[in-house]
């Protein structure tokens, strides 16, 4: 079983900058990669990004790309979501994944992922 944690979530303008954490306890080493995920309200849930825990590659959708970061500390066991260039499209609920099942690339899809945190509100206003 892993336990995730998420935190950081808030408000903020149009264009500001928020930092999310995910933070993994358990049977960390069965993790593949941990993914952050999203829904807004009335949507159904969408793959912004996710990270290899064990190598240096990361993965975004293209909704994201190119403002989001996100980075991993396997010392503390810990993901972060780094948003910048916020837009109010990218309010939603944020989720943090963990998978254990190996994929040679990401495909972006929840149903990979066995393990998930609570949620994260993240809302930008216009």
């Known amino acids: 079983q892993v336990h995730l944690i998420e935190s950081g979530g808030g408000l903020v303008q149009t264009g500001g900058s928020l930092r999310l954490s995910c933070t993994a306890s358990?049977?960390?080493?069965?993790?593949?990669?941990l993914g952050w995920f999203r829904r807004a309200p009335g949507k159904e849930s969408e793959f912004a990004a996710a990270?290899?825990?064990?190598?240096?590659?990361?993965y975004y959708s293209d909704s994201v790309k190119g403002r989001f970061t996100i980075s991993r500390n396997n010392n503390d066991n810990t993901v972060y979501l780094q948003m910048n260039s916020l837009k109010p499209e990218d309010t939603a609920v944020y989720y943090c994944?963990?998978?254990?099942?190996?994929?040679?690339?990401?495909?972006?899809?929840?149903?990979?992922?066995?393990?998930w945190g609570q949620g994260t509100q993240v809302t930008v206003s216009s």
């Open positions: 990270v290899k825990w064990s190598r240096p590659e990361s």
């Open positions: 994944a963990a998978r254990k099942w190996y994929r040679a690339t990401e495909t972006g899809k929840a149903d990979d992922y066995t393990y």
């Open positions: 358990g049977r960390t080493a069965t993790i593949q990669a």
